[in-house]
């Protein structure tokens, strides 16, 4: 009896780990997926599968192992491990794997890719270990309690009472996990989208200037008859402040680069051919750092020195 009350409480600990690294992966990833299905991005799953094979395994892991030892002291380790664990790959999926990914399913696009590291790097795992920390432990304090009053309870409601509040939890912390970062790389490319679509919608019409203002369409004037053409987006570039963004607009016949400074469209343009595979530089004086034409073009004075 002993021996089957143990494997019971093992499989709840299973079955609630699993609940608290998918709930977790699917909000903070799978929300971000469906928007930027939407936006009409390349590779709008480059950051939910890879966390789901991390999450979602290390989820499944810790419930088995809190359930196992039934411990105060291992339980707070272990979730707050899992805590650091999901506020790592918050951080770096976007920064570090995307750019990646990116370089090697589009190996055209390498010249263009720099994603800076964040400068506040600090700030931004203070508040993703608060914010996903007291989530990960409160889930962590409640699983052998929930799990107890599971396995003593004979209503449907009581027996699945712990993997629904281990959902709540986790939904409001994966949440937590999207506004800290993965939203930061999704709207500029939900600005490009708009912006695109309100372009095809008035393309070679009257509109009020005050109106043309507010939507920005002198930012995509360079394109012209562009916009009425499909396109997917690319994001391939951002200061290490998350304030100036670059996207890249792939269009049946020809690909445009458009800049997002604070989450307002400021220009774009067209990439001509002989840029797809070369990066180019201004001529530089020795001693100078070299000034990307493309990157730092809306920022820094250009200064042309003899060659």
């Known amino acids: 009896m002993i021996a089957n009350v143990s494997q019971k409480r093992i499989n709840l600990g299973i079955r609630y780990g699993f609940i608290a690294g ?12 469906f928007f930027l299905t939407r936006y009409n991005v390349v590779l709008p799953f480059v950051k939910l599968l890879p966390g789901l094979l991390v999450c979602l395994p290390a989820g499944i ?3 088995y192992l809190t359930a196992r030892f039934e411990s105060g002291v291992v339980t707070l380790l272990l979730w707050l491990g899992l805590a650091v664990l999901f506020t790592y790959m918050t951080l770096y999926l976007p920064l570090k794997f995307v750019p990646w990914a990116i370089g090697k399913i589009q190996p055209d696009y390498i010249p263009l890719i720099k994603i800076e590291g964040l400068t506040n790097i600090g700030h931004y795992w203070f508040f993703g270990i608060f914010a996903m920390g007291f989530g990960c432990v409160l889930c962590g304090i409640l699983e052998n309690l929930l799990i107890d009053q599971s396995l ?24 937590s996990g999207d506004m800290l970062m993965t939203s930061h790389f999704r709207e500029p490319v939900a600005v490009i989208d708009t912006l695109l679509k309100n372009g095809a919608a008035y393309y ?16 995509v004037r360079p394109l012209d008859d ?5 396109y997917k987006l690319t994001l391939i570039a951002s200061d290490n402040y998350l304030g100036v963004m670059k996207v890249v607009v792939e269009f049946d016949t020809q690909k445009a680069l458009c800049n997002v400074v604070y989450s307002q469209p400021t220009f774009c343009e067209i990439i001509k051919p002989e840029f797809k595979h070369i990066e180019y ?4 004086t020795p001693g100078n750092t070299r000034v990307d034409n493309y990157f730092d073009d809306i920022i820094l004075t250009i200064i ?3 060659p």
């Open 22 to 33: 998918l709930f977790f992966t699917l909000t903070a990833w799978g929300l971000d997926a």
């Open 304 to 306: 042309f020195q003899k």
């Open 281 to 284: 530089f201004i001529f530089e």
């Open 152 to 175: 003593a309870s004979s209503s449907l409601v009581g027996a699945q009472l712990p993997m629904l509040v281990c959902l709540a939890i986790m939904v409001g912390t994966g949440l």
């Open 204 to 219: 070679d019409q009257e509109v009020d200037k005050l109106e043309a203002r507010k939507m920005h369409l002198t930012v």
């Open 226 to 230: 562009l916009v009425l053409e499909p």
């Open 61 to 63: 892991l810790v419930g």
